[in-house]
Structures are given as C-alpha cells and as structure tokens.
DNA sequence: ATTATTCTCACTATTTATGGGTATTTACTT
DNA sequence: AAGTAAATACCCATAAATAGTGAGAATAAT
C-alpha cells in the first residue's frame, strides 16, 4: 500500500486526483495540503511514501518545500506535478534530488505508473521533460567555435577559471606576467564581456572548466 | 536502407560490429576509418546517414571529430560508441548536438536499434548513460544550503556574475558601495573561494545565474 | 526583553585587473 | 619573399577588487 500526500493549491485538482488514485487497490491518498506550510506540517506527523507536490503555489512554491523537507531531514519520495515544460526547471528539481516530474495533462496510466515507480525510489521523468533537459544543454554550446580563440588564449582562460591570478599564470607558463595581461585583454576584447566574471561564464558555458 | 560509417582504431571492433550490421538488411556499412583523420576525409567524398563513432582513440578523440565535422559543415547523425559511462563527458556530447551514445557492451538489438533511431534524426541515449547524467546534476546541489547565505548575499553574488561592478551593485540596490563590499569580503570568505572567479563558479555550479 | 543575525556604512592600504599604446620573434601561408 | 597570425614583452595610467578593522541600526529569534 503506497500512501500519498497531495498538494496542490486548487481543491478541485485535490479532488480530481484522489479520484482517479481511488481506482487503484494499491494507492491511499492519507491526506492532501493547500500549501506548501501546511503540507511541511502534515509530513512530520504521518507517514507517507509519495509525496505528490504541485510546482505553482503562491507563497513557498514547489521547490522550496522540497529544499525545507531537506534541511528538517525528512525523506519522502516525491513527484512534481507540473504544467510547463521548462528545463532550466527540469534541471533545478533533478539538483535537488526529486525522484520524479510529470506534467499535468497526464493520463491516468502515467500519473499511476509514475507514483509506482517513485515509491520504489526510482526516477521518472516523462519524456517531454527529458527532452527540453537535453534541448537547453545543446544550446550552449556553439559560441566557442564562433569566437576565434587561440590555444593559449583558452589555457588562460582555464587557469583564470581556477582562480588564479596573473602573476600565478606566468610562474605556471614560464611566461611573463605581462604576457599573461596581454593576453587577458584580447581575451576579454574577443569575448565581448566586461570583466572577469564575463570570462569566467563563458568559460562555464563552454564547458572549458 | 541505412548507410553506416564505422569508426574506431582497433580493426577488430570494426570487423565485429560490421558482421552484426551485416545480419540486419536495413543497414549497410559502406566504409570504415581507423584515425578520426581518416573518417573525415571519408565523409566528405561518401554519403553516410548515421556515422558510428568511438571516443576513445588516439590523435583525434571522437569529440574532436564531431567539432571538426561542425567546422566543414558537414551533417550526419552521430551515434557514439563509448566504454566508459561519464557524465560530464556525455553532458559535452548533448551540448554538440550528438544524436545518440550507446555502450560498447550493448547488445546486438541495442545497436541496430539505436542506428534506426538515429538514421531518423531521433535522439537515443541509452538509460545507463541518462542515469549518470542526472547523477551528476544531483551533486551539484547541497553546498547552496550547507554555505550559510543569506539573502542578500545571494542577491549580490548573482549580480556580480552578470558582470556588475560594485558601484554598479551600489546603484541597484540603492546601498552604499561600502555595502557591497563588505558583502563581497563575506561571500568570499563563506564560500572559501580567493577571487571573483571563484565566486562566479559558484554561482554556476548552484544554479544563481 | 535580550540575544543574535543581518544589513548597513566608513576609512585606509594594498593588490589586481583593465584600457591604451607599441614592438619583437616565431611560425605558418601564399 | 612577403604577408599574416600568434605568442611574447613592456610602458603608463586608471579602475576595481581585496584585506583589515570598527561600528551603528534594523530584524528575527528565543
């Protein structure tokens, strides 16, 4: 028996989801919160196994709740239940170790299948998330081969990442300080951001860390 | 009928992955290259719908080809071949527009199915190699909550790495540049880092920008 | 009500980074 | 042989960041 909390904002979406989980001999809807306080409060006394969290919620959203579960070290599985599609999203929830993400307009196979799956501990994540996930990492990519970089130019930048200064750059390259100046403003020019922190996005984004 | 291009440095693996091509009647190897050097120069003289491609070799790695392959312009649907099952390695392979990646102990279905998939423009990442890939999103995560930030702070430090200067932070938050100083000199001090670089990286690696 | 945290501001001093030049050597291309 | 790109190096000047110290005011927590 996989006992299951549902939050969500709008009763009517509450109702609609117990329904259909009442079909299900092996699924119990225990209890269900309006907000994200009051289903914090709820999953310190009762046991649950599936937490069943709406993302949307005025006041403490979804993923907020689910970083407060983790610093009051409560361990539930739980599956987000969301309208959009986003993977900058997508990305954030897998980061905070949420087990699964399925989007509303689901049907009743899935919503079942994924609480299944989840109360295992296992990971789902409907498809169209997974694809938006890979789609907004391909993005990325591109710039550094549009920007004409130099070989040294893109061990500078590496090093700069790391924290280094320039004077530790040169004693690294067996080169002048001034050198490694040299190259920091062609760098910074061929970037086209305005300092450091410009640099070391880039650097970020273009996976040269 | 799909025609594949096998490319790997041992002969051996292209003999063995020919011969269970050769099974199937919808595939068709029309060549082969031991030196990623030597699969360029083919692809530009050779029709090919799905280019086989192993990461591992020596000179020119399979990352390096598909760059170059981006570089001549030249469009084929890439499916890797790879042992080892890395997630920052498969996060580069996305982020290049990579069209699939199976490992080289899949078996005989896996692989031909994967081509199809590929020779289609679909995606196909097997699921060992999905599943490290949020592995390693998950990691990222919890030093966001063990560093004590407040609020603030966390304001601040995202508004340097979008290449503001203190001033600048000064005039937006409409507080004294001291202010943000002295901000600066704590974030640096809770984060454990010795520069703006370090302080940037953080803030990617946790998700503020 | 008291404590603790956070946010705020200031001063000095030093180190680093940035922006503007110029110039030489090497290696590769045509 | 001439031209070009890359890596190297130096100068000056200014802007910005870092380090150290101290301290008042607002807020949240107990």
Do not use: W
Not at 58 to 72: F, N
Not at 116 to 138: A, C
Not at 174 to 203: C, E, Q
Request: aromatic fraction near 4%; charged fraction near 25%.
């Amino acid at each position: 028996m996989i006992r299951v909390l549902i939050v969500d904002d709008h009763q009517v979406v509450i109702d609609g989801i117990s329904s259909i989980l009442e079909d299900d001999a092996s699924i119990k809807v225990v209890d269900s919160a309006l907000t994200g306080a009051d289903a914090l409060r709820k999953l310190e006394f009762c046991a649950v196994d599936v937490l069943l969290l709406d993302i949307n919620m005025p006041e403490m959203d979804g993923i907020e709740v689910v970083r407060q579960l983790h610093k009051k070290g409560i361990k539930v599985n739980v599956l987000i239940l969301t309208m959009h599609n986003n993977a900058q999203f997508t990305k954030q929830l897998i980061e905070l170790g949420v087990q699964g993400c399925i989007l509303k307009n689901s049907g009743k196979k899935e919503l079942i299948f994924a609480i299944n799956e989840v109360s295992q501990g296992r990971r789902i994540y409907s498809e169209d998330v997974t694809e938006s996930l890979f789609d907004s990492l391909e993005k990325t990519q591109n710039a550094v081969d549009q920007v004409q970089l130099t070989k040294r130019e893109v061990e500078i930048i590496k090093l700069i990442a790391s924290e280094l200064n320039t004077n530790e750059i040169a004693e690294q390259l067996f080169i002048s300080s001034h050198t490694v100046d040299t190259h920091r403003k062609n760098i910074l020019s061929k970037l086209g951001v305005k300092n450091l922190a410009g640099l070391v996005k880039f650097a970020y984004e273009n996976q040269l860390v």
